[in-house]
């Protein structure tokens, strides 16, 4: 028998003991669906003073959306230069737009606006979602959400990266754990129909594998129904570059990073689509760790460890 047809995990029709995007997006839309960054042109509490200056110490220049086009294109423009771009790989007839770059609430309402309807009004644009910070979600902009996830499949990708609060001050990140619960709890309070993603990072400056699993643990209690697991990696010009030359900082190296992933995976509730179990940025400006580039054999060997170990998604996790 092959491993798909003796995988204990439900919520896969393949050998993958987790729940992956696709297997979500292929439930929600009937098939396929291209996910596109976009640069709606926001900045950052995190750089303009609000809560800090700098932005997060790993944070490139294009905070985060260094796949996403230049800002100024238009939303349409954006999108039509995306789907060219994809298409050339999958099937971009449905899409969702990724509002990705920076924080994507950090605007007046009726700024946001003008950039969700410009996306939602494109052809084959079958949801949105929108990367924010959980501070950054005043009763206008939950108003807004709440309005549009009526009207499309709407998720709102929070950035967490660890629960530990005195990891967040190294990082610089600018909000607490408990303003990160306060997030979520908002947008539930403001809809039951919008979707919550959580942004975590494996291997933050001074995290061991304790404070690591105890994010994902932490996250796993909040039933957050989307997580992204991200492996911390150094690009050029950012302040974790100048620790990581400096020798003040040492990435995970490949077999701790996929161990941690299956501990985490473990660890999640059954139900919680995993989004994505890795991170990369621009091949040009990626210092460390190199091994991060090939993600595919990332993935392959994180299915062979979980299925060595005899585990699965949420075989840890209490609930």
Not at 202 to 223: F, I, K, N, S, Y
Not at 228 to 255: N, S
Request: hydrophobic share 35%.
């Amino acid at each position: 028998m092959t491993q798909a047809e003796t995988n204990p995990y439900p919520h896969s029709n393949s050998n993958k003991r987790y729940q992956t995007y696709d297997y979500y997006l292929r439930r929600t839309f009937g098939g396929k669906v291209a996910k596109l960054p976009l640069n709606g042109g926001f900045s950052c509490p995190n750089l303009d003073g609000t809560c800090g200056y700098g932005g997060c110490i790993y944070c490139s220049e294009r905070g985060s959306g260094d796949f996403a086009p230049e800002a100024s294109l238009s939303i349409a423009e954006q999108i039509a230069r995306q789907k060219e771009l994809y298409a050339k790989k999958w099937d971009v007839s449905r899409c969702i737009a990724y509002f990705q770059a920076r924080t994507n609430t950090y605007a007046p309402a009726e700024v946001l606006r003008s950039r969700f309807e410009e996306a939602l009004a494109q052809e084959g644009i079958v949801g949105l979602n929108i990367a924010t910070r959980p501070d950054c979600l005043p009763r206008e902009v939950l108003s807004l959400l709440a309005e549009l996830a009526e009207r499309t499949v709407l998720t709102v990708e929070l950035g967490l990266q660890s629960s530990n609060d005195a990891t967040a001050r190294r990082i610089n990140r600018g909000h607490t754990f408990a303003q990160f619960r306060e997030g979520v709890e908002a947008l539930r309070l403001a809809s039951p129909r919008i979707g919550i993603c959580a942004h975590l990072i494996l291997g933050l400056p001074g995290e061991g594998r304790e404070e690591m699993l105890q994010t994902v643990e932490d996250v796993a209690a909040l039933e957050i129904p989307q997580v992204k697991l991200h492996l911390l990696h150094v690009l050029r010009g950012t302040a974790l570059a100048e620790q990581y030359l400096a020798g003040d900082y040492l990435p995970l190296e490949r077999e701790a990073y996929l161990e941690l992933l299956a501990d985490a995976i473990e660890r999640l509730p059954t139900d919680t689509v995993i989004c994505r179990l890795t991170g990369d940025g621009k091949a040009e400006d990626l210092l460390a760790p190199l091994w991060s580039k090939r993600k595919t054999t990332v993935v392959n060997d994180l299915d062979k460890l979980l299925y060595a170990r005899g585990s699965y998604q949420g075989c840890r996790c209490p609930r």
